[in-house]
Each structure stands twice: as C-alpha cells, then as structure tokens.
C-alpha cells in the first residue's frame, strides 16, 4: 500500500514540476527580434515631426490586440493598439504579423521604420523588432 501511495506522491510532484505555468516571453513565438538602438520619441513626435524614410523607437503600451480569426474575412488587418499611457492617450495603430506575441496592458520599446507619409496622422510604419520595457 505504501508503495502505491509513494508512486502516486512522485507522479503528481513530477506532473507538477513538469508544468509550466508561467507567462515568459521565452514561450511566446516571436517573429521581430530584439528593439534596435534608435532615437526613442513620443508617438505625437512620429506621427508629426518625423521626416521620412527612418527608424525611431517608442516606448508604448499594447492596449488592444486586433487578430482575425482563422477562417474569417476580416475587414481590419492584424496589428496592436499602442499608447504611452494606460488609460490609452495618444494611440497608434501598427499592423504587424501574429499580434498574439505582444500582450496587454504591458509596455513595449517598438522599433519602427518610418517609410512614408500619405497624410500627417497615417505613416507608413513597419515594426522591425521589439523589446520588454523595463
């Protein structure tokens, strides 16, 4: 009897341990790597002083995630809501692939490259790597 009850001991210790419940960048799938080192500036200063073409860093927050669904037409791109503040202030959408590897409410330094300029507020941005911010 105690034989079984130490294996079932062991068992459920080892099924624990081999359970990985924490929330790492390391298990997220990155597709952009590591921020570059860039001017950093505010998402008002990009959207308005920055002469095209460049590469810049924000320091933001992703406040929203916009992901279509497998097997959905969406009519929106895939991409992050970011803001330098929590509640959401200035915001900028970047489109990006997989947004699922960015997460909520957590802060990001962005590098970006600024390609074009259609119109003062829709900048033709290209997310080229990312960092955790602080």
């Given at each position: 009897m105690k034989t079984i009850q130490l294996f079932t001991f062991v068992a459920c210790v080892l099924a624990f341990v081999g359970c990985n419940v924490s929330n790492s960048d390391e298990e997220i799938e990155r597709t952009y790597p590591e921020a570059f080192n860039f001017e950093t500036v505010s998402i008002q200063q990009l959207l308005t002083e920055i002469e095209t073409p460049d590469s810049v860093n924000i320091e933001s927050y992703?406040?929203?995630i916009n992901q279509c669904p497998?097997?959905?037409i969406c009519v929106a791109p895939d991409g992050?809501?970011?803001s330098e503040s929590?509640?959401?202030t200035d915001t900028l959408f970047i489109e990006t692939v997989d947004p699922k590897q960015f997460?909520?409410?957590k802060q990001y330094k962005i590098s970006l490259s600024v390609d074009k300029r259609e119109t003062k507020d829709n900048p033709d941005l290209h997310i080229l790597g990312y960092s955790n911010s602080k």
């Open positions: 992703i406040f929203a497998e097997d959905a992050i809501w970011t929590l509640p959401p997460q909520k409410n």
